[in-house]
């Protein structure tokens, strides 16, 4: 009975020693399944945090070719700036010579002037190369405050970078000599950008010297051609005073500011441009009086008379010369021309104008006011 129970207790044991193998065995297994885990989402975080870096380090090479390219662009705008302040030097010494020149001879007046055209021309091309200037000094400020933009963004994601960096330290030692090499490039991108934005500002402050400097040249210039306007206006109030005495007789010839008005009659027939005798009479007389004149106004005054033909807006019916007043008032102003030239005037002095109907002094359907409209104009004045 009793070797009965024993070999009953033997055979029990079996069973705990299966479970307790199981168990064993299943945390085992739980231990390396954790392990494993654990292995795969640190090789993900350390995988996306490379390309991260990778990412931000292409983005900084980016940005550093671009300040590259802009630190060129600046050179190249500097070096335009001093080939132009070097020119318009020179054209202030120029105008210097000439003023010199005008002082102590008078009889250079020309010269001067032609210098003076030269200098409005350079001025011009002064003013719209400023206006070029300005236009690309804009677009770098743009590009500049473009670049600052990008630099607050790339900062900002550095800044969380460097955060996770600093988190990661302890699993990797590299990443933080990486942060302080993007430290670095940051502080000479800053520095890049500082200089840049130092350039801009010289370049815009010789751009208003530059325009202050082509405002004295045309004040100058004005004054020059005020001076030149006002002796021509001596003469061509000596020329008006003695075309009234010579014409006091006619009472018809009106003067309304600088021109001397001529009714067509008194000059041609109805609907012709052929001078009649009186009409010849009157131009002898004007070229006389313009003669005498044109002697005494200095050669460096490129004075002309003006001779405009007027119609009323009566239209031509009929006429085998003349298809409109257009043809009739130009024909009347070119034949006083061909008598004042028959009279010793030089015709490069005169011009000749037609205006037809479409400038007239009276707008009454009347014929007091279609007499008014038809008239000759002589005015006289510079080129």
Request: no cysteine; hydrophobic share 40%.
């Given at each position: 009975m009793t070797a009965a129970r024993q070999q009953r207790r033997s055979l029990n044991i079996w069973p705990g020693f299966v479970d307790a193998t199981a168990s064993l065995l299943m945390v085992v297994v739980f231990a390396l399944l954790f392990t494993i885990i654990g292995h795969l989402v640190l090789s993900t975080a350390l995988s996306s945090r490379d390309e991260a870096l990778a990412k931000f380090k292409s983005r900084v090479s980016q940005l550093t070719e671009m300040l590259s390219m802009e630190q060129a662009e600046a050179a190249k705008l500097r070096q335009r700036l001093s080939v132009k302040t070097a020119n318009l030097d020179g054209a202030n010494n120029q105008l210097s010579l000439q003023r010199q020149t005008i002082q102590d001879k008078e009889k250079l007046l020309a010269a001067r002037d032609a210098i003076i055209t030269d200098h409005q021309n350079t001025i011009a091309t002064q003013t719209e190369m400023i206006k070029t200037l300005g236009i690309e000094i804009k677009a770098l400020i743009a590009l500049r405050d473009r670049i600052k933009q990008d630099l607050t963004k790339e900062i900002a994601a550095h800044d969380v970078v460097k955060q996770r960096l600093q988190e990661e330290s302890a699993l990797n030692i590299k990443s933080l000599a990486q942060m302080e090499l993007l430290n670095r490039q940051l502080e000479e991108l800053r520095q890049q950008f500082a200089a840049l934005s130092n350039a801009l500002e010289i370049a815009e402050k010789n751009i208003a010297d530059k325009q202050t400097t082509i405002d004295d040249l045309g004040s100058r210039l004005n004054t020059a051609l005020a001076k030149k306007a006002q002796k021509l206006q001596k003469y061509r109030s000596e020329f008006f005073g003695r075309l009234r005495e010579a014409l006091s007789q006619y009472p018809n010839i009106r003067i309304d500011g600088d021109r001397f008005i001529f009714p067509s009659e008194l000059l041609f027939e109805s609907g012709s441009d052929k001078l009649g005798r009186d009409g010849v009479q009157q131009v002898k007389q004007l070229a006389k009086t313009l003669a005498e004149i044109a002697k005494i106004i200095p050669d460096d005054i490129d004075w002309i008379l003006r001779i405009d033909g007027h119609t009323d807006k009566r239209p031509i019916v009929n006429s085998p010369y003349f298809q409109s007043n257009w043809e009739l008032s130009s024909a009347r102003a070119i034949s006083i021309i061909?008598?004042?030239?028959?009279?010793?005037?030089?015709?490069?002095?005169?011009?000749?104008?037609?205006?037809?109907?479409y400038h007239p002094v009276a707008t009454a359907n009347t014929p007091e006011a279609y007499a008014r409209n038809r008239r000759i104009e002589l005015k006289l004045s510079s080129r």
């Amino acid at each position: 009975m009793t070797a009965a129970r024993q070999q009953r207790r033997s055979l029990n044991i079996w069973p705990g020693f299966v479970d307790a193998t199981a168990s064993l065995l299943m945390v085992v297994v739980f231990a390396l399944l954790f392990t494993i885990i654990g292995h795969l989402v640190l090789s993900t975080a350390l995988s996306s945090r490379d390309e991260a870096l990778a990412k931000f380090k292409s983005r900084v090479s980016q940005l550093t070719e671009m300040l590259s390219m802009e630190q060129a662009e600046a050179a190249k705008l500097r070096q335009r700036l001093s080939v132009k302040t070097a020119n318009l030097d020179g054209a202030n010494n120029q105008l210097s010579l000439q003023r010199q020149t005008i002082q102590d001879k008078e009889k250079l007046l020309a010269a001067r002037d032609a210098i003076i055209t030269d200098h409005q021309n350079t001025i011009a091309t002064q003013t719209e190369m400023i206006k070029t200037l300005g236009i690309e000094i804009k677009a770098l400020i743009a590009l500049r405050d473009r670049i600052k933009q990008d630099l607050t963004k790339e900062i900002a994601a550095h800044d969380v970078v460097k955060q996770r960096l600093q988190e990661e330290s302890a699993l990797n030692i590299k990443s933080l000599a990486q942060m302080e090499l993007l430290n670095r490039q940051l502080e000479e991108l800053r520095q890049q950008f500082a200089a840049l934005s130092n350039a801009l500002e010289i370049a815009e402050k010789n751009i208003a010297d530059k325009q202050t400097t082509i405002d004295d040249l045309g004040s100058r210039l004005n004054t020059a051609l005020a001076k030149k306007a006002q002796k021509l206006q001596k003469y061509r109030s000596e020329f008006f005073g003695r075309l009234r005495e010579a014409l006091s007789q006619y009472p018809n010839i009106r003067i309304d500011g600088d021109r001397f008005i001529f009714p067509s009659e008194l000059l041609f027939e109805s609907g012709s441009d052929k001078l009649g005798r009186d009409g010849v009479q009157q131009v002898k007389q004007l070229a006389k009086t313009l003669a005498e004149i044109a002697k005494i106004i200095p050669d460096d005054i490129d004075w002309i008379l003006r001779i405009d033909g007027h119609t009323d807006k009566r239209p031509i019916v009929n006429s085998p010369y003349f298809q409109s007043n257009w043809e009739l008032s130009s024909a009347r102003a070119i034949s006083i021309i061909r008598e004042m030239i028959n009279n010793g005037i030089p015709a490069n002095r005169m011009v000749a104008a037609g205006f037809a109907e479409y400038h007239p002094v009276a707008t009454a359907n009347t014929p007091e006011a279609y007499a008014r409209n038809r008239r000759i104009e002589l005015k006289l004045s510079s080129r």
